[in-house]
Nanobody, 127 residues
Framework: EVQLVESGGGLVQTGGSLRLSCTTS????????IGWFRQAPGKEREGVSC????????YYADSVKGRFTISSDNAKNAVYLQMDNLKPEDTALYYC????????????????????WGKGILVTVSS
């Protein structure tokens, strides 16, 4: 059974930090790029960041560059998103997702869509 389980969300004040974790199982971690998406009420889903554990490729949306850092622990099949200097506009439901890199390596794999996603975790940044 494929599972992507997010943890680490919560309520934080503007300027604060949170570290999201995505623990995965049931698929070959090295054959996928792992990405974080978010969706705020009334807004479209946004791709936030991605990492390809097999080759280290990463991607960040312009809105989070310099504030968020993505990393992976290949031994644990886990991906982390360190979020610093949080702003109220970062408030959203954050989803961990996986896109197959076979045929399209790195985070470019998301061009062809994702295979798996978690249930999401809420991040709320108060002003």
């Amino acid at each position: 059974e494929v599972q992507l389980v997010e943890s680490g969300g919560g309520l934080v004040q503007t300027g604060g930090s949170l570290r999201l974790s995505c623990t995965t199982s049931g698929f070959s971690f090295d054959d996928y790029a792992i990405g974080w998406f978010r969706q705020a009420p009334g807004k479209e889903r946004e791709g936030v960041s991605c990492i390809s554990p097999s080759d280290g490729d990463t991607y960040y949306a312009d809105s989070v560059k310099g504030r968020f850092t993505i990393s992976s622990d290949n031994a644990k099949n886990a991906v982390y998103l360190q979020m610093d200097n949080l702003k109220p506009e970062d408030t959203a439901l954050y989803y961990c997702t996986a896109a197959p890199t076979i045929g399209t390596p790195g985070c470019a794999a998301y061009i062809y869509g994702m295979d798996y996603w978690g249930k999401g975790i809420l991040v709320t940044v108060s002003s």
